[in-house]
């Protein structure tokens, strides 16, 4: 078997065989395929597209690449949630408890992220004494006991993906449905969960801007996961507005920390209840309604909250921090933006407000760079809500007031007005499974 063949066999339209696509993966993983084969394997599926069937070998073959978790003694038990990625989203925080204290059993492992925050890993560190570095045993005896148990992401952990993403992101072979698709579920498939949902983002924050490619991205995900045995669902959230009012890693916790303790309703409050419900429907075999029923009841009753602190401490982190957010570190710069105008926010362009929020210094420009976690956003007025001029619509929060005038520039230009009401924004588009 030659890589030259496989590479002109997918060039040509051909549908590569299990084999074929393991001896591409597995030869690129120990370095016996060069990169520059690699890309044109990458390019060639980006033009002509794969098969089902391919795209689940592909996915089973990058899983396979390196560790797996093994979750069996949790039976039917372990849910794992992961989102394509947005602005202000921080929803892991909030489901993982509640769906612990639904039967669930949440252990997860997340990544540091890059550009507008810091992924699920960096916001759980901007609580003293977090830890994320969590050994296999304790991972599993945290899983058992608490319910929850959220680690960094180990290196070996799906690592023909971690080759393949550096060459599709300076090769332009991103945008490909299957390479993404494959992607994401090889992580997933090797953490173990026996249940994956997918919070798959639609709009101007997202990956997928358009509503389409988002639930052909979605659908391709959800056939792989159930062809591997594992119950999968997607749901096709707005992300053309920030979810929530925080952005950035303390703040977002301080936020998520506000949905369990009753404090906050709104858009992060009804998107969590969407994907802890699915949760907790696929763990328990239960109908949504119900168990939209008992994680209402849970958030309202405090259950959620407590068992929130339980986690945190458990990780080593300070829990009266979730209680008291005034015990995190404050940013030196609190820089409040005012309406120019009058009227209502007609839209908001989440991507610029993203890179607003990365500009204060809340997320990173590459792998490696320092994060500051008090840095970030509190919006105040969002898509649909009428402001008038010099109406505080947002604080930007860093450490130097020379960022804060940049993202101030950056947050605005994302920002159109109007002097008519514009249309609800729709929450959740579409659930596939």
Known sequence: MRTLDIIHKKKNGGELSAEEIKFIVDGFTKGEIPDYQMSAFAMAVCFVGMTETEVSCLTDAMMRSGDTLDLSA??????????????????????????????????KMSGRGLGHTGGTVDKLESIKGFDTTVSPERFTEQAEKVGVVIAGQSANL????????????????????????????????????????????????????DIESAEKLARTMVSIGNSCGRKTRALLTNMDVPLGHAVGNSLEVIEAAGVLKGEVKGDLYEICVAL????????????????????RRVIDSGEAFEKMKEWVAAQGGDSRYLDDPSLFPKAKVAHEVVSPSDGYIAGMDTEKIGDSSS?????????GDPIDYSAGIVIAAKTGERVSRGDVIATLFTSDAELAKRAEEVYLDALTFSDTEPAPEKLIYKVIQ
Do not use: Q, W
């Not at 038990?77 to 992961?82: F, S």
């Not at 945008?175 to 498939?189: E, G, Q, T, Y």
């Not at 500009?359 to 792998?367: C, E, N, P, S, T």
């Open 276 to 295: 802890a419900s699915n949760m907790v429907s696929m763990v328990n075999g239960t109908g949504i309604a119900d168990a939209e029923r008992d994680v």
């Open 158 to 209: 799906a690592p023909a993906d971690k080759k393949l993403y550096a060459l599709r992101d300076v090769t332009s072979t991103i945008d490909s449905i299957p390479l993404i698709a494959s992607s994401i579920m090889s992580k997933k498939l090797a953490a173990g969960s026996h249940s994956i949902v997918l919070d798959v983002k639609v709009g101007s924050g997202a990956f997928m801007k």
């Open 74 to 107: 949790f039976g039917d038990r372990t849910v794992d949630k992961h989102s394509t990625g947005g602005v202000g989203d921080k929803t892991s925080l909030v489901v993982a408890p509640v769906a612990a204290c639904l039967g669930g059993i949440v252990a």
């Open 359 to 367: 500009i204060l210094g809340a997320g990173r420009l590459k792998a």
